[in-house]
């Protein structure tokens, strides 16, 4: 007997489970197909965000921080606990509590909703039908109205430093270490790298990151990542620029990692290595050739504005299109095509994503930076408010870094927010809203923020724009 749905949603990361969820309010008979089976081989819903991605390393950071600052910051306060001690076993216990929670929270969403999760690995067939094929090699094919590909993305392997998921790791071995290495080398000084490199410093590792590139965090504002690198360097992350990681080797229990920099070839011994470089888009396999669906020239499924992929009724979202690897954008992604498939009008707004390095302090932006609109040839404002000048982050004992706010010259409209400091994922949604409102830097000087709070920074750098700000001495006017 063949199975019709209206939608057929191909994984249950953060884009798929959320457009499954909407597809069903919206009245639409939908399926969503998961391959990940957890423990007892049962269905795992959530994909890399919830398993292995962003909820278990927050569990991790948010451990880890509250251990560094009970050793390092609480005599500050006058508060003397002695020297506390990490058991990494109930810290890793603590956090796979988190994602069971959370995964098993989608399966009751599901069920609210009405949402069937079927349990295999899905192929799309040409003429918008799905096969799937279950852990037994079972394969039934179902028949779509639409079908919505949300198969996510996997950590890039180099050749160098193939993984053995025992000395040299990636991201997810990284979040289950039994215990805190003593020197711990990381390839990739990027959002991954920064964020697990992070983890285990706090907890006492003695951490060297190689970076193959010449600049830090490129893909950020130029201050804010100069900035961002005095604080980690300040806290002990050994990053190492330009260096090229070209060999690495297990040797008596230990990894021999080769690499090169402008002084030639240098050499390191760690306890573990946690490659970092990225992920690439999980397309292979996915679709028949006669499908229609096509790939572009860095294997990520090709689609349009709308994610409409080039076969009708396939639309494809998340890591696996174009654009930034990031969780919301995905959700987003799905919710617009959803809207889209019910025949509403929905849009996404990629200019008002943000996106968030959850080090401590955390460094968060949305819109351009000051160099890309420079290169653009965009005459810009630029207001910046350090955290030092607040009376919170001060109270808090966490003033490090600053809030960059950028207006156009001409018209005043934000284009783009840039902060490292405390709080800095909750304190730029804020430039987020007021983004996607097209506000002006003017009309957030003009709003009334609390005090004291970390949102402050935000007011004054708005207030810095035009050389106003109240607690700090303003640049001359040019
Ligand atoms: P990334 O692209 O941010 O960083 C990888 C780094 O590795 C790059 O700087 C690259 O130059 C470097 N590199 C590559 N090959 C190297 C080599 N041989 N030697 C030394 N350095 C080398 O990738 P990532 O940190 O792995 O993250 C992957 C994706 O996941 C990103 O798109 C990221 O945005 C997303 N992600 C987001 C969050 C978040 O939003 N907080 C968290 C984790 C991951």
């Not at 391959?35 to 398993?51: E, F, H, I, P, V």
């Not at 251990?67 to 890793?92: C, F, Q, S």
Request: with cysteine; net charge negative; proline share 4%.
């Amino acid at each position: 007997m063949s199975v019709k749905f209206d939608v057929v949603i191909i994984g249950s990361g953060p884009a798929g489970y959320v457009a499954a969820i909407k597809a069903s309010q919206l009245g639409m008979n939908t399926a969503c197909v998961e391959q990940w089976l957890g423990d007892g081989d049962k269905l795992q819903l959530g994909g890399t965000c919830l398993n292995v991605g962003c909820i278990p390393s927050k569990a991790l950071l948010d451990s880890s921080q509250k251990y560094a600052d009970t050793r390092d910051n609480l005599d500050i306060h006058g508060i003397d606990v002695g020297k506390p001690e990490i058991n990494v076993a109930a810290m890793l216990s603590r956090k796979d509590k988190i994602v069971s929670q959370l995964t098993g929270g989608i399966a009751g969403l599901f069920k609210h909703n009405g949402v069937t999760a079927i349990a295999g690995t899905a192929k799309v067939l040409a003429g918008t039908k799905v096969e799937i094929t279950d852990r037994e090699g079972a394969v039934q094919i179902i028949e779509a109205g639409h079908i919505i590909i949300a198969a996510g993305s996997v950590p890039v392997e180099i050749p160098p430093a193939p993984i053995d998921d025992e000395y040299i790791i990636d991201s997810t071995g990284a979040l289950k270490l039994s215990e805190v290495p003593g020197r711990l080398g990381v390839i990739g000084a990027g959002v991954i790298g920064l964020e697990l490199g992070s983890v285990w410093r706090r907890l006492g590792s003695e951490v060297v990151m190689l970076e193959a590139l010449d600049d830090f965090l490129p893909m950020m504002d130029e201050q804010i990542a100069r900035e961002s690198g005095k604080i980690f360097k300040k806290q002990g992350l050994d990053i190492r620029l330009g260096a090229r990681v070209t060999g690495a080797e297990v040797k008596d229990c230990a990894v021999h990692v080769t690499y090169s920099n402008s002084d030639g070839e240098q050499t390191e011994v760690f306890d573990k290595l946690i490659v970092a470089v990225g992920r690439r888009p999980r397309s292979e396999g996915l679709f028949e050739p006669d499908s229609g669906i096509t790939l572009d020239e860095r294997g990520y499924i090709y689609v349009n504005d709308n994610c409409e992929t080039e076969a009708p009724h396939v639309y494809a979202v998340g890591d696996i299109v174009r654009g930034p690897m990031l969780a919301h954008k995905g959700s987003e992604e799905g919710i617009m095509v959803v809207e889209r498939i019910a025949g509403n009008s929905a849009q996404m707004n990629y200019d008002c994503v943000p996106s968030v390095v959850y080090t401590h302090p955390e460094i968060a932006a949305v819109g351009k930076t000051e160099q890309e609109l420079k290169g653009e040839g965009i005459d810009c404002k630029v207001g910046v408010f350090p955290f030092a000048a607040s009376g919170r982050a001060l109270a808090a004992n966490d003033a490090d870094g600053m809030v960059k706010m950028i207006a156009d010259a001409e018209t005043d409209r934000i284009l783009g927010c840039h902060i490292v400091g405390a709080s800095a994922a909750d304190l730029v949604q804020q430039v987020v809203i007021a983004m996607e409102f097209g506000s002006s830097a003017e009309d957030l000087a003009l709003t009334v923020f609390g005090h004291p709070t970390l949102s402050e920074a935000v007011h004054e750098a708005a207030l810095a724009v035009d050389g106003q700000a109240i607690h700090i001495a303003n640049r001359k006017k040019r």
